[in-house]
C-alpha cells in the first residue's frame, strides 16, 4: 500500500474505473449476447429490436476508452449483416 497520499487516491481512482469498466463491459457483453441468440434463433423482429440498444452501449464503451473504437465499429458492422442475412 501507498504511503503518500498521491498514490493513494490514484489507487483509489483506478480501483473505482476498474470496477465501472467492468460493469460496461458486463452489461454490452450481455446485450451482444441478446442480439447474437436472436440471430442464431432466425427471430429478425427480436434482432432488430435488441440491435439499437447493442449499438449505443457499443459506441458509449469505444467513447469512454473501455473498448477500441475499430472493435465497436466492427462489432456494429458484424451483427447488422447478420440480422440482414436473416430470411
Sequence with gaps: MPHSKQP?????????RREKNKARKSQLRTQLKKVRTA???GDRAAAEA???????????????????????AREKSNLRRDIDAIG
Aim: no cysteine; proline share 3%; charged share 20%.
Design 39 to 41: 440471430i442464431e434463433a
Design 8 to 16: 493513494t487516491t490514484r489507487a483509489q481512482t483506478n480501483q473505482a
Design 50 to 72: 435488441a440491435f439499437p440498444l447493442a449499438t449505443k452501449l457499443l459506441d458509449k464503451a469505444a467513447k469512454n476508452n473501455v473498448i477500441h473504437a475499430n472493435k465497436a
